[in-house]
């Protein structure tokens, strides 16, 4: 139980800017995320998993609970004992939409996601929980290509843990999309593992903070081996007193060879008294790497108003069309079509509803 | 008051306390075209982005009216929806959003409606038609990555759906090769007869596609020639030289 578990000293990296004490559920009562399949023509089932499908690692080859010294896996795990299992085999034509609805004080869910072929499949969260928990692990099999698109529009008044640990087969590719503008105070931690080499992992990640959002994310990459590649785009566009921290830890373990990897964060502050943080890490022990990180902050273009402008917009019509292009911006690095598409529509959905109230 | 579609009357106009206009006057009529020629650093460019609006730009004297009405009074965008428009010399990029997006939403502000989609794509192709463009574009983001020919015909693709009473059009032919320049002066020439036409440039190329009413010389801040455009054939086999003023 994770109550056994102290709780990590504010020195260790990855809960310096949001402490477990502010995310930990304070109710030992929890519910289960709801989970439920739509689309998917009986090709694809929804079952209950065994806890030891769940493939966690930190730093090192695969490893399962209770033998990783992390108290949010520990915490999800605990409250959580009848995971989900997803599998996709074969060449999947429409988008798997799975609806995850948490509800109660404590909701959590934990969902393993096997491919073996080609699929895209979209998560969306949602629901007025007042703790919501979230760990999804999966495997990517050789040569096969999955799209994860997660759309979190949980209530403003929830607070969300979310932990991912995705491995990624031999000339495979994951790429999976995260539309972060639900919670009014999130704490993310995902990692992938690059396995075997021609593996690739892409990732995109928008996140709208309002009012006093507070928007926490660690993403990790882990090339284990060479010729491997994976991109990074975070675009954050925090307004009022919002905050977000955006965390890119970057490893190439030694002798990966031919590793090609990029990350980028992009801050765009619209308001004095928000906040973004974007820290990039890399960890390179190879010696012929391509590792490139940037980080950029900065306000409204003017020269980008003043062209909108300039074609009838008025001025908070453009800066909305600024913001919803820079957040979208985000999901370039990923190829298929239909995540893109997805993401996209709940982006504007999202900021449509936003300008409402 | 002057009855011209635009009356600039005795125009200064200053960026970071850097005067660039120095007292220009230019009228054009409905259905006019006019080009302005002149060296780098004339003040062309400034003068677009004066009568557009752009807020580093202030005017320190003289005045810029438009239909009748002092632009200075209104907002960049109202200028647009009043029927100003400016083809930008550098177009800006916006990423994330779409050039099908970006247009039907700049057609319902301009237009005060948002346009019947079936409609709005068959005036689109027709426009994208004549101006040689793929469908594409549309799915694209703004000017993200375009070439220049591309950011060129983008900014005439807009001018054609907006159908402005005023466009100015700064270096539209920069960095065209020969069968773009085409495209885009068949874009400028179906333009509405009404309208009146302001092209900024340095070369006569497209001024024989795109045939000017007048001609006008720009230097150091002013309109300093004016005439037909036999002119501009005489800059692009002279140059400015004889133009200058005489230096002690």
């Given at each position: 139980?994770?109550?056994?578990?102290?709780?990590?000293?504010?020195?260790v990296?990855?809960?310096?800017?949001?402490?477990?004490?502010?995310?930990?559920?304070?109710?030992?009562?929890?519910?289960?995320?709801?989970?439920?399949?739509?689309?998917?023509?009986?090709?694809?089932?929804?079952?209950?998993?065994?806890?030891?499908?769940?493939?966690?690692?930190?730093d090192?080859?695969?490893?399962?609970?209770?033998?990783?010294?992390?108290?949010?896996?520990?915490?999800?795990?605990?409250?959580?004992?009848?995971?989900?299992?997803?599998?996709?085999?074969?060449?999947?034509?429409?988008?798997?939409?799975?609806?995850?609805?948490?509800?109660?004080?404590?909701?959590?869910?934990?969902?393993?996601?096997?491919?073996?072929?080609?699929?895209?499949?979209?998560?969306?969260?949602?629901?007025?929980?007042?703790?919501?928990?979230?760990?999804?692990?999966?495997?990517?099999?050789?040569?096969?290509?999955?799209?994860?698109v997660?759309?979190?529009?949980?209530?403003?008044?929830?607070?969300?843990?979310?932990?991912?640990?995705?491995?990624?087969?031999?000339?495979?590719?994951?790429?999976?999309?995260?539309?972060?503008?639900?919670?009014?105070?999130?704490?993310?931690?995902?990692?992938?593992?690059?396995?075997?080499?021609?593996?690739?992992?892409?990732?995109?990640?928008?996140?709208?903070?309002?009012?006093?959002?507070?928007?926490?994310?660690?993403?990790?990459?882990?090339?284990?081996?060479?010729?491997?590649?994976?991109?990074?785009?975070?675009n954050?566009a925090?307004?009022?007193?919002?905050?977000?921290?955006?965390?890119?830890?970057?490893?190439?373990?030694?002798?990966?060879?031919?590793?090609?990897?990029?990350?980028?964060?992009?801050?765009?502050?619209?308001?004095?008294?928000?906040?973004?943080d974007?820290?990039?890490?890399?960890?390179?022990?190879?010696?012929?790497?391509?590792?490139?990180?940037?980080?950029?902050?900065?306000?409204?273009?003017?020269?980008?108003?003043?062209?909108?402008?300039?074609?009838?917009?008025?001025?908070?019509?453009?800066?909305?069309?600024?913001?919803e292009?820079?957040?979208?911006?985000?999901?370039?690095?990923?190829?298929?079509?239909e995540?893109?598409?997805?993401?996209?529509?709940?982006?504007?959905?999202?900021?449509?509803?936003?300008?409402?109230? | 008051?002057?009855?011209?579609?635009?009356?600039?009357?005795?125009?200064?106009?200053?960026?970071e306390?850097?005067?660039?206009?120095?007292?220009?006057?230019?009228?054009?009529?409905?259905?006019?075209?006019?080009?302005?020629m002149?060296?780098?650093?004339?003040?062309?460019?400034?003068?677009?982005?004066?009568?557009?609006?752009?807020?580093?730009?202030?005017?320190?004297?003289?005045?810029?009216?438009?239909?009748?009405?002092?632009l200075?009074?209104?907002?960049?965008?109202?200028?647009?929806?009043?029927?100003?428009?400016?083809?930008?010399?550098?177009?800006?990029?916006?990423?994330?959003?779409?050039?099908?997006?970006?247009?039907?939403?700049s057609?319902?502000?301009?237009?005060?409606?948002?346009?019947?989609?079936?409609?709005?794509?068959?005036?689109?192709q027709?426009?994208?038609?004549?101006?040689g463009?793929?469908?594409?574009?549309?799915?694209?983001?703004?000017?993200?990555?375009?070439s220049?020919?591309?950011?060129?015909?983008?900014?005439?693709?807009?001018?054609?759906?907006?159908?402005?009473?005023?466009?100015?059009?700064?270096?539209?032919?920069?960095?065209?090769?020969?069968?773009?320049?085409?495209?885009?002066?068949?874009g400028?020439?179906?333009?509405?007869?009404?309208?009146?036409?302001?092209?900024?440039?340095?070369?006569?190329?497209?001024l024989e596609?795109?045939?000017?009413?007048?001609?006008?010389?720009?230097?150091?801040?002013?309109?300093?020639?004016?005439?037909?455009?036999?002119?501009?054939?005489?800059?692009?086999?002279?140059?400015?030289?004889?133009?200058?003023?005489?230096?002690?």
């Amino acid at each position: 139980m994770s109550t056994a578990m102290e709780d990590p000293s504010s020195a260790v990296h990855l809960w310096r800017s949001t402490p477990w004490s502010w995310m930990r559920p304070e109710d030992a009562d929890s519910t289960a995320v709801r989970m439920v399949l739509h689309d998917a023509a009986g090709s694809v089932s929804l079952n209950e998993g065994s806890p030891d499908l769940f493939p966690v690692v930190v730093d090192g080859p695969e490893t399962t609970l209770p033998d990783v010294d992390d108290i949010a896996r520990h915490t999800l795990a605990d409250l959580d004992t009848a995971p989900m299992h997803l599998s996709l085999e074969g060449h999947h034509e429409e988008v798997v939409n799975v609806d995850l609805r948490a509800a109660g004080h404590v909701a959590v869910g934990r969902l393993h996601i096997t491919c073996k072929g080609q699929a895209v499949v979209h998560l969306h969260l949602s629901g007025d929980a007042g703790w919501c928990g979230l760990h999804l692990t999966g495997k990517v099999a050789n040569g096969s290509h999955l799209s994860v698109v997660v759309t979190d529009e949980l209530h403003l008044e929830s607070r969300v843990v979310r932990c991912d640990d995705w491995r990624v087969g031999r000339d495979a590719t994951f790429e999976t999309g995260t539309l972060s503008v639900g919670g009014f105070r999130r704490k993310s931690d995902l990692r992938h593992h690059l396995d075997a080499t021609g593996g690739n992992v892409r990732i995109g990640l928008a996140v709208h903070g309002q009012g006093t959002r507070h928007d926490d994310h660690h993403v990790e990459i882990h090339h284990h081996v060479g010729h491997t590649s994976s991109s990074l785009v975070a675009n954050v566009a925090c307004g009022g007193r919002s905050r977000s921290v955006g965390t890119g830890r970057l490893v190439i373990d030694a002798g990966a060879d031919g590793t090609d990897a990029g990350q980028v964060f992009r801050n765009l502050l619209l308001s004095q008294g928000a906040r973004a943080d974007a820290i990039p890490e890399l960890e390179v022990l190879a010696d012929d790497v391509s590792a490139a990180h940037g980080a950029a902050s900065a306000s409204l273009d003017e020269e980008q108003l003043h062209y909108l402008m300039s074609r009838g917009l008025g001025p908070e019509e453009a800066a909305a069309m600024i913001v919803e292009g820079f957040l979208a911006d985000a999901f370039r690095p990923i190829a298929a079509a239909e995540a893109r598409r997805t993401l996209r529509d709940r982006l504007t959905v999202h900021l449509d509803c936003a300008r409402i109230t | 008051m002057a009855g011209g579609l635009l009356d600039v009357k005795g125009l200064h106009a200053t960026v970071e306390e850097t005067e660039i206009l120095r007292g220009v006057d230019l009228t054009i009529n409905a259905g006019e075209v006019h080009a302005i020629m002149g060296l780098n650093g004339a003040g062309k460019s400034t003068l677009a982005s004066v009568i557009m609006g752009h807020p580093d730009y202030e005017i320190t004297e003289g005045s810029v009216h438009y239909d009748g009405q002092d632009l200075t009074e209104l907002e960049v965008h109202e200028r647009a929806r009043s029927g100003l428009f400016l083809s930008f010399q550098y177009p800006h990029a916006i990423p994330g959003v779409q050039v099908g997006t970006f247009l039907r939403k700049s057609v319902a502000a301009v237009r005060g409606e948002a346009p019947k989609a079936r409609a709005f794509r068959q005036e689109l192709q027709a426009a994208m038609d004549v101006l040689g463009m793929d469908r594409s574009f549309l799915s694209r983001y703004v000017n993200d990555g375009f070439s220049g020919g591309e950011k060129k015909r983008l900014e005439i693709l807009q001018m054609l759906l907006l159908q402005p009473r005023m466009a100015l059009l700064d270096e539209t032919d920069s960095g065209l090769d020969i069968d773009a320049l085409k495209a885009v002066a068949q874009g400028i020439n179906s333009l509405s007869k009404d309208s009146g036409v302001l092209l900024i440039t340095h070369y006569n190329r497209l001024l024989e596609l795109v045939v000017p009413d007048v001609v006008h010389v720009m230097i150091d801040g002013r309109i300093i020639q004016s005439g037909g455009p036999e002119l501009a054939q005489r800059l692009e086999a002279d140059g400015y030289e004889w133009l200058m003023p005489a230096t002690a």
